[in-house]
């Protein structure tokens, strides 16, 4: 079946079936996050947002929205591609830009809701850069909980007019494309916001976070924002909640990814170190404390492997359910950032300063215990399914 082990520095191996098409990918993704994404890193972090151009360059190199049609520009492919992407941006240690937002968040509402002319419209320009995607739910006052959103659709002939404010929205200060949440007549709904000259809406600034410098995250203002009524998405009104629901799944399911290539990288990077590294005039790897804390680690991440790889072979036989991808979702990210944690406390000193890549990765993992859906209500949704 695998006839691929998962890529120097990605061990334990993996038992998904990854192909030669999946493979060169990786390879593709590699050079890029390499030598075109991670050189720029601090001026990007400088700018809380990468350059456009960036985006238009992974659209040629086909990076962006690899699995939809390829009638809408894609490459027809499958989970095991995305997968591959996001292990590469993690070891490479790319935060922005934030291909699996664009690719596996954003698009995937379009696929599974769309009209066929807003898949025809939209789906081409997400695959080459030339529209950049972003989802917006949060509300200030409306975050875990989110039936309590204010944003209004209220139908006013043929449009609806939108009026309300979202907050840490990712992509917020430069998506193209919207796929946004707000309370219609008939409940909660999605709508596809072009956000290209439209009058009444509004950005703030990138936010000041304590992490993800590069990615961008932003309030974002809907102040009597006119949108025709073929801006619905999924063309019934009140159905958000539950469209919002379906594709969280595969949201966590991402999270689950992005956690593994943070345990197995930060691994790899404390293994490295501490092999070089001398104390007491023995390396770092031979306390035995050292050897056993990262043994640890290992086994911890084999184990969460283990468990992540359950979860995508069944969400790629329509098999994953809400229950088990808020499981993988909240227990993958408390193991990602108990063993960066380990691993900063393994680099000593070195493993607070921002120019050793276990110093960012502390940072850019915090904010995954709390995004998409905060780890408590991950336990909720666990227990409601008991
Ligand atoms: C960097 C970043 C990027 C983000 N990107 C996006 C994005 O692109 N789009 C988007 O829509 N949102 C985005 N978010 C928002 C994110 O999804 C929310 O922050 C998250 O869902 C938590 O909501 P909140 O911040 O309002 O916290 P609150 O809901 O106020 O929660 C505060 C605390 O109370 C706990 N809590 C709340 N309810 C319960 C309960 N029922 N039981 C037990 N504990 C509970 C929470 O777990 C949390 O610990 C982003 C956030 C960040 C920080």
């Given at each position: 079946m695998n006839t691929h082990p998962s890529a120097p520095g990605l061990s334990p191996a993996t038992s998904?079936?990854?192909?030669?098409?999946?493979?060169?990918?990786?390879?593709?993704?590699?050079?890029?996050?390499?030598?075109?994404?991670?050189?720029?890193?601090?001026?990007?972090?400088?700018?809380?947002?990468?350059?456009r151009a960036i985006w238009r360059r992974a659209g040629e190199?086909?990076?962006?929205?690899?699995?939809?049609?390829?009638?809408?520009?894609?490459?027809?492919?499958?989970?095991?591609?995305?997968?591959?992407?996001?292990?590469?941006?993690?070891k490479a240690g790319v935060v922005a830009p934030m291909i699996s937002l664009h690719n596996d968040v954003v698009a995937p509402y379009l696929v599974a809701y769309g009209s066929e002319a807003q898949k025809a419209r939209a789906l081409p320009r997400m695959a080459t850069g030339e529209w950049l995607g972003a989802i917006a739910m949060t509300e200030p006052s409306a975050g875990s909980d989110?039936?309590?959103?204010?944003?209004?659709?209220?139908?006013?002939?043929d449009d609806y007019v939108i009026s309300g404010q979202k907050t840490f929205i990712s992509?917020?200060?430069?998506?193209?494309?919207?796929?946004?949440?707000a309370q219609a007549e008939a409940g909660i709904s999605l709508f596809l916001v072009e956000t290209d000259g439209l009058a009444g809406f509004s950005r703030g600034a990138p936010l000041d976070k304590m992490g993800q410098f590069s990615a961008d995250t932003a309030e974002i203002f809907f102040d009597e924002v006119r949108l025709p009524a073929s801006a619905l998405l999924?063309?019934?009104?009140?159905?958000?909640?539950?469209?919002?629901?379906e594709r969280?799944?595969?949201?966590?399911?991402?999270?689950?990814?992005?956690?593994?290539?943070?345990?197995?990288?930060?691994?790899?990077?404390?293994?490295?170190?501490?092999?070089?590294?001398?104390?007491?005039?023995?390396?770092?790897?031979?306390?035995?404390?050292?050897?056993?804390r990262l043994a640890e680690a290992r086994t911890e991440a084999v184990v969460c492997r283990t468990f992540l790889e359950r979860c995508v072979t069944k969400f790629m036989?329509?098999?994953?359910?809400?229950?088990?991808?808020?499981?993988?979702?909240?227990?993958?990210?408390e193991q990602q950032n108990r063993i960066v944690d380990a691993c900063v406390q393994l680099h000593g000193g070195y493993g607070y300063m921002l120019e050793y890549p276990i110093a960012r990765m502390w940072?850019?993992?915090?904010?995954?215990?709390?995004?998409?859906?905060?780890n408590e209500i991950m336990k909720d949704i666990i227990g409601r399914a008991l």
């Amino acid at each position: 079946m695998n006839t691929h082990p998962s890529a120097p520095g990605l061990s334990p191996a993996t038992s998904l079936p990854f192909r030669d098409d999946h493979e060169m990918l990786r390879q593709t993704a590699r050079r890029f996050f390499e030598t075109e994404c991670a050189p720029h890193r601090e001026a990007w972090d400088e700018a809380g947002m990468v350059p456009r151009a960036i985006w238009r360059r992974a659209g040629e190199l086909g990076l962006l929205c690899p699995r939809i049609d390829p009638a809408y520009g894609g490459a027809g492919g499958d989970l095991l591609h995305a997968i591959v992407l996001t292990e590469e941006q993690v070891k490479a240690g790319v935060v922005a830009p934030m291909i699996s937002l664009h690719n596996d968040v954003v698009a995937p509402y379009l696929v599974a809701y769309g009209s066929e002319a807003q898949k025809a419209r939209a789906l081409p320009r997400m695959a080459t850069g030339e529209w950049l995607g972003a989802i917006a739910m949060t509300e200030p006052s409306a975050g875990s909980d989110l039936r309590g959103m204010k944003t209004r659709a209220r139908r006013d002939g043929d449009d609806y007019v939108i009026s309300g404010q979202k907050t840490f929205i990712s992509h917020g200060a430069t998506a193209d494309l919207i796929v946004l949440a707000a309370q219609a007549e008939a409940g909660i709904s999605l709508f596809l916001v072009e956000t290209d000259g439209l009058a009444g809406f509004s950005r703030g600034a990138p936010l000041d976070k304590m992490g993800q410098f590069s990615a961008d995250t932003a309030e974002i203002f809907f102040d009597e924002v006119r949108l025709p009524a073929s801006a619905l998405l999924g063309g019934e009104e009140g159905r958000g909640f539950a469209q919002l629901g379906e594709r969280l799944v595969e949201e966590r399911l991402m999270t689950g990814v992005v956690a593994q290539a943070f345990m197995e990288t930060a691994i790899d990077h404390t293994v490295a170190y501490t092999r070089e590294r001398k104390a007491f005039g023995q390396r770092i790897i031979d306390f035995q404390n050292s050897r056993f804390r990262l043994a640890e680690a290992r086994t911890e991440a084999v184990v969460c492997r283990t468990f992540l790889e359950r979860c995508v072979t069944k969400f790629m036989a329509g098999r994953l359910d809400a229950s088990e991808a808020a499981m993988l979702k909240w227990w993958s990210t408390e193991q990602q950032n108990r063993i960066v944690d380990a691993c900063v406390q393994l680099h000593g000193g070195y493993g607070y300063m921002l120019e050793y890549p276990i110093a960012r990765m502390w940072l850019d993992s915090r904010v995954a215990k709390i995004y998409g859906g905060a780890n408590e209500i991950m336990k909720d949704i666990i227990g409601r399914a008991l």
